[in-house]
């Protein structure tokens, strides 16, 4: 027996693919005799001598489908070894007439108003699983309308990149030396600003706002649900976690308080039924990535209060609506959403940590905001799986069960809280496009459909606590300076600044890894008033090695309206972690914590090719020449700042560290510069001359804030 055929078809209607195969195709010769998931076809063995087939099988053809992943899949099967008469037309007839029948489809969400109809009515006759599970979580109303409200925000600004919706602008007659934009609006202009920084987005914003406001600095948060409120939970390890220790931002005691669980080993595995037995992978076992389960609402409660304690406000249930930049601040113009009252506010910097939807975000970088994006979905589950199903101790980091399923390659992951908790996500990497912009709904749809195929639990019995979702974006960055991070006064941070990691898409221990760096260049920016974009486009986290990973991300792409084979990428993804099982553990540790050299890339690329000559070919099919070309710029790119690296690094840092007070005394935009650089050669860790440093600036916290406003008058 051979298989012939394996072929992805996008639809869940399993009933409908099977009826079509068994009254309508007409494969134009052999009799068809119908089985319950499809045909066989039976065909003549013998039309003249060169056709004769030696074996005693039968020769016909056998033709199902089946169903997983709310996707179909189809097979043909050839009894004999060697090919039937008409055989190739045969299957010709067949991918044509299911191409045809079958094509992608992206179904979008429906209009509805809220006002008049609750969002459980307007979304049943959708996404009817979606509907009855959110109605049995707290808050679920509220939150399955936000989950509408953020897929609609990031679908308009896909559809609309040339012309984002414009939020930010500046006044011709205050601004030089950047592009002028004026506001309809001309707020009047205070001579000193109310606050030195003003956040708006209180997740990820809130970590970096109470760092600078330890740091002595009048700090204001703005955002737009409760303060508290997360759609999404985070993990994290002990070695990463610790950064947020020697920044003085916690205790050891107090980080103890926030771990909801902590695992003894993470999984990595990806289905591989239908792949080369050379290619299947061992799991691939990473006890120390993402092994912390936070109690993300208890560890923003937690910031919350040390925001405030360190002089620093938040307005929460309020959105950002404009920032109005002129010479000496910016002015912001917010709605109090309970209220519904306007109101504006002042500061001397806007950050940015509105994530993906950020509408400030599109306006700086116009049509190419993103170059890729992880739809997320998932939720938290108290209890109710049954006893065997998962052992709490240990965690899922990135697993498949399934091969493509229309048109994604969708992955779990799985991490255990406190108690009986397990937070569960399903998500796939996925090509911005204007036709196809990726949909949470959908994702959810299969969530509740799928998660018994996962681990089997009866949904029923499951007691949902809250929902997590989001859209966590990814940039192609070809260089340092590719993206736009920043506008005059302005600053963008977290999954805005598309910061995260390429293959496990975390924003938050992205922040986390580099948060000593970019809070330390932002404190050097506005003790200097470096706050015109060309300074502030300096302050980023950038890493070569990092950049040069996008590919991996580009290779879990199904480009949109194209046809894979269904195993494809799965075959990828075990070549890869294949490799990384058959290394020592702190290899994969490093890789997934973008902690790896250009010897270690190059060493397990070779590798790689090596095992898998096919994987050049499948990469050059998925990214084209455009993104290949883009790619060894990144390669060169890497290559050379590894070369700098070598020479620079011996001595460089403790030169600057020599030459601080001089260059911040004569040429402090220079020392920003030669800061970011020094940063950017040691990829995220630094040299103790920086952790003395900060520490200098903490103890003259007190002295700041109370000089701030008097700094913000001269300026």
């Known amino acids: 027996m051979r298989e012939l055929l394996y072929i992805e078809i996008p639809t869940p209607d399993k009933a409908t693919v099977c009826n079509w195969l068994q009254a309508e195709f007409e494969p134009g010769t052999g009799e068809k005799e119908l089985t319950s998931e499809g045909f066989r076809l039976r065909v003549s063995k013998t039309t003249n001598k060169q056709e004769r087939v030696p074996e005693k099988l039968p020769a016909e053809l056998s033709v199902f489908v089946w169903s997983v992943q709310r996707t179909t899949y189809l097979k043909v099967f050839r009894w004999a070894e060697k090919p039937l008469p008409g055989e190739p037309q045969i299957l010709l007839r067949l991918m044509t007439g299911i191409r045809n029948r079958f094509p992608h489809h992206y179904p979008e969400p429906p209009a509805i108003d809220c006002a008049d109809v609750s969002i459980f009515t307007s979304l049943a006759p959708y996404y009817p699983l979606t509907v009855k ?32 919706r414009q939020v930010v602008f500046s006044h011709p007659e205050d601004i030089r030396g950047q592009g002028s934009i004026s506001s309809p609006l001309s707020p009047p202009v205070s001579s000193s600003p109310q606050f ?63 771990i909801g669980r902590e695992y003894k080993d993470g999984f990595n595995k ?76 002042s500061g001397r910097l806007l950050v940015d940590a509105m994530g993906t939807a950020s509408p400030i975000a599109w306006q700086l970088n116009g049509g190419r905001a993103f170059d890729s994006v992880c739809p997320t979905v998932g939720a938290v589950i108290e209890r109710g799986f049954e006893t065997g199903v998962w052992d709490s101790q240990y965690g899922d980091v990135l697993n498949s069960h399934g091969d493509i399923s229309r048109g994604r390659q969708l992955i779990w992951e799985l991490f255990p809280g406190a108690n009986e908790e ?10 911005v496009n204007r036709e196809n912009p990726g949909s949470l709904l959908e994702m959810y749809e299969d969530f509740f459909s799928i998660l018994p195929e996962y681990r089997r639990c009866d949904l029923d019995k499951l007691v949902w606590k809250k929902p997590t979702f989001g859209y966590i974006p990814g940039h192609f960055s ?80 199904v480009p949109t309206g194209k046809f894979l084979p269904p195993q494809r990428i799965n075959a990828m993804l075990n070549t890869f972690f294949g490799l990384l099982a058959s290394e020592p553990t702190e290899v994969a540790d490093n890789f997934i914590k973008d902690r790896f050299d250009w010897f270690t890339f190059n060493r397990l690329a070779l590798k790689a090719a090596r ?65 970011a650089i020094s940063y950017a050669l040691s990829t995220g860790t630094h040299s103790q001359y920086l952790k003395q440093e900060l520490g200098d600036r903490r103890q003259d916290s007190g002295v700041r804030r109370q000089d701030s406003g008097v700094r913000s008058q001269e300026m």
Do not use: C
């Open 611 to 675: 095992k898998n000559p096919a994987l050049l070919l499948w990469i050059w099919q998925l990214a084209g020449l455009k993104d290949l070309l883009r790619w060894l710029g990144n390669y060169f790119d890497f290559s050379r700042h590894t070369l700098i690296r070598a020479l620079l690094r011996g001595w460089f840092p403790s030169f600057l560290s020599r030459k601080q007070s001089w260059f911040e005394q004569h040429h402090p935009a220079l020392w920003l510069r030669l800061l």
């Open 133 to 164: 599970y959110f109605q049995k979580m707290p808050n679920g109303e509220y939150d399955l309308a936000r989950v509408y409200w953020w897929e609609q925000r990031w679908r308009e600004g896909v559809r609309n990149p040339q012309k984002p």
């Open 270 to 345: 990806f289905f591989d039924a239908y792949i080369d037995d050379k290619l299947k992978a061992p799991v691939l076992h990473t006890p120390t990535v993402l092994n912390l389960g936070l109690d993300s609402e208890k560890l923003l409660r937690l910031l919350g209060q040390k925001l405030r304690t360190f002089g620093g406000e938040i307005w929460d249930e309020t959105e950002f609506i404009q920032a109005d930049v002129n010479i000496s601040q910016v002015v912001i113009n917010v709605k109090d959403l309970p209220n519904q009252i306007n109101k504006q506010v």
């Open 422 to 431: 397990l937070t569960i996500y399903l998500f796939h990497y996925h090509e």
């Open 478 to 557: 070809v260089g340092s300076s590719d993206r736009t991070v920043a506008f005059d006064r302005l600053i963008a941070i977290g999954d805005a600044a598309s910061l995260q990691s390429p293959l496990v898409f975390t924003g938050f221990g992205s922040l986390v890894r580099n948060l000593e760096r970019l809070t330390t260049l932002l404190d050097t920016a506005l003790k200097h008033d470096l706050l015109s974009f060309q300074h502030l486009n300096r302050i980023r986290a950038f890493q070569s090695n990092v950049s040069v990973t996008w590919l991996f991300s580009k290779g879990m792409m």
């Open 196 to 258: 030195d920084l003003i956040y708006v987005g209180g997740a990820l914003g809130v970590i970096h706002a109470t760092v600078m406001a330890k740091l002595g600095y009048r700090v204001l948060l703005i955002e737009r649900l409760p303060f508290g409120r997360m759609n999404r939970e985070w993990n994290i390890s002990r070695d990463e976690i610790q950064s947020l220790i020697n920044l003085g931002l916690f205790t050891s005691a107090e980080v103890e308080s926030i």
